[in-house]
């Protein structure tokens, strides 16, 4: 049985940037990392051989929507995530706790756990720390998240400072849920943009088992520049032999950012999302496909990009699809903007193994912003 | 410059299949074969490296749809259809016939052309043999379909004879339109299902220099027994040496029968509409997915199938992407329906060398009649 374990690889030297390497039951996993999304057990429109060949190798699954749909009893009979998936790779899944607050007006949280009305169908729920650990068992998870609860941003001082202290009692919860050992479970930091809760809540959790930490409860709404000093703030907080999660970021900003500060880790919906609007991420910043002036537009959507949209298929060509409504279009957009979040973090690892991501970030932040709105999404003239 | 040719290689002996081989500007491409039909330029929810892996060796383009949308300025701008979708084998394209008199309520057809309005903004456009003819040159197609009158399903006799007639003329105009000379032109054989008109429609139209011969009108709504007694009587009045496409058809008994009346060609949207509808074509008949008792079954699709989907994907996870309105969905299924399709006509033509079709056809059509509707779509319990 491989056990779960992080092993260091080197670090940039000017900037906190990290080079390491996840070990897992279902093989390892270069860091830093983009994790892509994949909700309901699928990554929205790709195949597991089309994520294989961008290079993914770690997807998430979240808990509340697979504990919802397709049930828990269809998971176990299809063989867990992995084999229900065709996923043989890693995967990492959400404790639910983040859904289920995203759902607050109709969520009542008690000590015990959260009990919430299903999306689908209304049907009452509760979710305890010790349920989604069980569940996140069930799945098969290689990376488990403990159950957090997640204030909203611009929430209380007072509402955090309780969302944080509950978030470490319902951590020694699941640690204690636990009953496998061929895998991980990292903990969740909380306390909002707040310096002195954040450093609380990681001075806390960092005494306990975890085999990774995560920063939580950021990037929900706040400005990006706000997010950034949270996580330049909260980083060094934890311990530098583990694994660093930034949940739910980001743009190639966040990315580029926060692995100059030394997050290992991060997962988005945002480059499948962003695709299914048509819009693209490029070296030379985003884009929206809709606009006419791509019509006859025979260059790539990125003439820079080695994925197999770009290698073979025009702006204008992938517009017509996108006008059309043909489902190729989410398939071949997803598949550019996953790769350029996964192709962006190859570039920062071996940009940290020369000890050059300080340049790396630089420049690469400066096309972006160089090539942003008024180049590319001036309107048709 | 490769010329277009067919070559016939081969044939049954027992029945009147036949294994033959068309050289293209793009490639081979041996028959009997079943051509995925990509009406706007994709094969929907494929992409050509997936068309590639089930064995597609040439799809279809529609001149109807292309032509509305994107248009011929972008088809141009973007170096014609083989470029612009990325496919580097053979494209075959209809000449927009059948799509312009499916919109017959708003279709008038006089001898210059027919004038139609657009399905998508019912802006007026006309279309003449002439037109059809260079529009399917600016798509760069490889065989072209001479642009005929196709009558709906029991249309009179009068009218079905007029409409033979007029396809007649306009297959010259066709022919003198033609002004590349590294594709071919077919012609299409009309007469619905009066044995007398499609024996003189034959007559005359195989005294034209086309490269091949189509039969058109027929799987419009007639019963199946009827067409198969249209083509058995139509299919000896064509050319032995020159390639036998049977438009828009079919199921996989209609290609299992026809091959045996000596058709070599095949096209339906069949396999990918299905499989949108959640509808799996197997070697043991069609069932469908959304079936409640296919909930928790792990069994791939078809177990006798060796596509991507069978070996890797359960039914209950496809029913789940299903539910959960995932386009991995969609790409799945189409991408089982239309290997299925592809590797019926792969066995057809392996027994075909060996003399042993009928043995073939006659095995394939039991085992469906034998598993269909009562053992594989009964209600759930």
Redesign the interface.
């Known amino acids: 049985m491989t056990r779960f374990r992080f092993e260091l690889l080197g670090d940039d030297g000017a900037t906190a940037a990290r080079l390491g390497r996840l070990h897992t039951a279902h093989g390892t996993v270069e860091t830093p990392v983009f994790m892509p999304v994949g909700t309901?057990?699928?990554v929205?429109?790709?195949?597991?051989?089309q994520l294989e060949d961008i290079g993914a190798r770690i997807i998430l699954g979240n808990t509340y929507h697979l504990y919802l749909?397709?049930g828990m009893?269809?998971v176990r009979?299809?063989?867990g995530l992995h084999r229900?998936?065709?996923w043989p790779h890693p995967i990492l899944t959400d404790s639910g706790g983040f859904q289920v607050f995203s759902l607050r007006h109709r969520a009542r949280i008690e000590e015990h756990g959260v009990t919430f009305a299903s999306h689908i169908d209304g049907s009452p729920h509760l979710l305890t720390p010790e349920d989604a650990i069980g569940i996140q068992e069930t799945l098969g998870s290689d990376i488990m998240m403990a159950f957090d609860e997640c204030p909203p941003a611009g929430a209380p001082v007072g509402a955090v400072n309780r969302a944080m202290e509950r978030t470490s009692r319902w951590a020694r919860r699941c640690i204690a849920a636990r009953t496998r050992e061929d895998n991980a479970l990292f903990g969740i930091v909380q306390g909002g943009v707040d310096g002195e809760l954040r450093r609380r809540s990681a001075a806390d959790l960092t005494t306990l088992p975890f085999e990774g930490f995560a920063l939580g409860g950021l990037s929900v709404g706040e400005a990006r520049e706000a997010t950034w000093e949270s996580v330049a703030a909260a980083a060094p907080l934890l311990p530098t032999a583990k694994p660093r999660y930034l949940m739910g970021v980001g743009t190639p900003e966040d990315l580029l950012v926060c692995v100059g500060l030394g997050v290992d880790m991060f997962d988005c919906v945002l480059p499948t999302r962003h695709a299914r609007n048509a819009r693209i991420m490029t070296a030379d910043g985003d884009f929206n496909l809709r606009n006419a002036k791509y019509?006859?537009d025979?260059r790539p959507l990125d003439p820079t990009c080695g994925c197999?949209c770009c290698t073979?298929?025009?702006r204008?060509?992938l517009r017509?699809?996108h006008?059309?409504n043909?489902?190729?279009f989410?398939?071949?957009a997803s598949l550019h903007n996953v790769y350029y979040l996964i192709d962006l973090m190859r570039g920062a690892r071996a940009a940290i193994a020369t000890g050059s991501y300080a340049a790396y970030k630089r420049e690469l932040l400066a096309r972006r912003a160089l090539g942003a709105a008024p180049a590319q999404d001036a309107a048709a003239p």
């Open positions: 309901l057990g699928t929205k429109g790709l195949t597991p051989a749909r397709p009893d269809v009979a299809l063989g229900m998936a065709a019509r006859l025979d197999y073979n298929f025009s204008g060509y017509h699809l006008k059309s043909e489902v190729l989410n398939t071949l």
